[in-house]
Structure formats: structure tokens, C-alpha cells
């Protein structure tokens, strides 16, 4: 138990800068506490003392900003930057090196039992705002960006972003260690604009030559003028 309390302290100073200290890990971070305060309620709720581990969830809640439901299952070294308004539905799971950002939640997609909310592989980071939702699985060392949405499976080792989620392969490399930098991510609505642009300059220049083509096959003005007279004065005679 103390070697797992003191790696969950590590995790929190390895992943945020700003933490300078066990102390400051300690009494600043609302999001380890309620990530020790889930494995008291998780094992209660395993227990079957449903109601209570529910009651002393919502305290928690109010008191760090984190709402995570008791059954969820939560691996080790899962740190929770910031916390505001994180929310993790029952049937979570989420495994090792897990990283997500302030205003994630883990949700379901309806009232259905059973499995219904996201399954998170190791070293997955989940960015500022994002959502997942529904019975899927991301998998190990993928990132969802920030304010993505995701409704559909994610592959291992890849990037997330958009409304709705869509997966950006990044360069085909593997993910094996904590990658931090959620807001490094491709935009997707960016590069559709540039796509088209280039689309557009393709045809202008199309264009231009199908013109200077038409310019060059096209008889001299005062040359056609003279040839309709020769024509007039055929006729005439």
C-alpha cells in the first residue's frame, strides 16, 4: 500500500512541472486525492455497501471537483492534472501510466446495463475537455486531443482529435513511454481547408492555360475582319 502511495506522489511530480515536491503533491493536487479516495469507495462498492461508497463519493466530489463512480476500476500511476469537473462513469476501466486533463469525462451513451462506459489501455492521455463515450476501448499509448469527442474504438499508438473523434496515425511510431503533449495534434478541419486551396489553385492554373491555348488557336482580329470582306465581296460578284 505505502509503495503504492508513494508512486502514485511520483507520477503526479514526474508529469506536471509545476509540482516542485512530495508536500506540494500532496496538498495541492485534488486529483490524487480523489484517486485515493476511489480505492477506499471502490472497495466498499465491491463489498456490496453500494450506498455508502456512492455517499462518500459525491463528498469527494464536492470536495476536489472529481467525480469518480465507485465501480469503476482504475490501475496504478493514474494522475489526474488539474481535476475540475473530471467525470468517470461506473463501468470504467482504466489501466496503468493513465493521464487525463481537467474536464474529461468517461461516460455512457444511454440506459443500458451492463459494460457501458470506455476501457483505457496503458499510457493513454486524454486531453483538456474531452469526451468518451459508450462501451469502446482506447487503446495503449493512444492520445485524445483536447475537446475531441471519440464514440468509436481507437487503435494503439495513435492521436484522436475532432468532433466526432477521428484517429490521426502519428508517423507510424510506437508509443511506449508517457507522451505529455496532448496539444501537439494535427487539425483536421485546418488541413480540409488546405486541401481545397490547393484544389482551387490547381484548376486557376488550369484555366489560365486552357485560356492562352484558346488565345493562340484563335484568329487575329484585324485578320478576321479582312477575311468576312473577301467573303462579302465573293458574293457580291
Known amino acids: 500500500m505505502i509503495a503504492r502511495l508513494r508512486a502514485d506522489i511520483n507520477a503526479v511530480k514526474e508529469r506536471d512541472p509545476a509540482c516542485t515536491s512530495t508536500f506540494s503533491a500532496l496538498t495541492?493536487?485534488?486529483?490524487?486525492?480523489?484517486?485515493w479516495w476511489h480505492r477506499l469507495t471502490h472497495r466498499l462498492h465491491r463489498?456490496?455497501?453500494?450506498w455508502l461508497a456512492r455517499r462518500i463519493s459525491q463528498r469527494v466530489r464536492r470536495a476536489t471537483g472529481v467525480e469518480i463512480h465507485p465501480g469503476a476500476t482504475i490501475g496504478d500511476r493514474f494522475f489526474i492534472d488539474h481535476g475540475m469537473g473530471v467525470v468517470i462513469g461506473e463501468t470504467t476501466v482504466i489501466g496503468d501510466d493513465v493521464t487525463i486533463y481537467q474536464g474529461v469525462t468517461l461516460g455512457g451513451t444511454g440506459k443500458e446495463h451492463g459494460k457501458r462506459h470506455p476501457t483505457l489501455e496503458d499510457f493513454v492521455v486524454v486531453g483538456v475537455g474531452a469526451t468518451v463515450l459508450g462501451?469502446?476501448?482506447?487503446?495503449?499509448?493512444?492520445?485524445?486531443?483536447?475537446?475531441?469527442?471519440?464514440?468509436?474504438?481507437?487503435?494503439p499508438n495513435c492521436t484522436?482529435?475532432?468532433v466526432p473523434g477521428r484517429v490521426v496515425v502519428r508517423e507510424g511510431k510506437r508509443v511506449e513511454s508517457i507522451d505529455l503533449h496532448h496539444e501537439d495534434l494535427p487539425d483536421p478541419v485546418v488541413e480540409m481547408y488546405r486541401a481545397l486551396q490547393r484544389r482551387m489553385d490547381r484548376i486557376e492554373v488550369r484555366l489560365a492555360r486552357d485560356e492562352d491555348m484558346n488565345a493562340e488557336a484563335a484568329p487575329a482580329p484585324r485578320a478576321a475582319a479582312e477575311q468576312r470582306e473577301d467573303e462579302d465581296g465573293?458574293?457580291?460578284?
Open 135 to 155: 462501451n469502446i476501448r482506447i487503446g495503449r499509448g493512444t492520445r485524445v486531443g483536447a475537446g475531441a469527442v471519440v464514440v468509436s474504438e481507437v487503435p
Open 28 to 35: 495541492n493536487y485534488p486529483g490524487l486525492w480523489a484517486v
Open 160 to 162: 484522436v482529435v475532432g
Open 234 to 237: 465573293d458574293q457580291g460578284l
Open 47 to 50: 463489498s456490496g455497501h453500494v
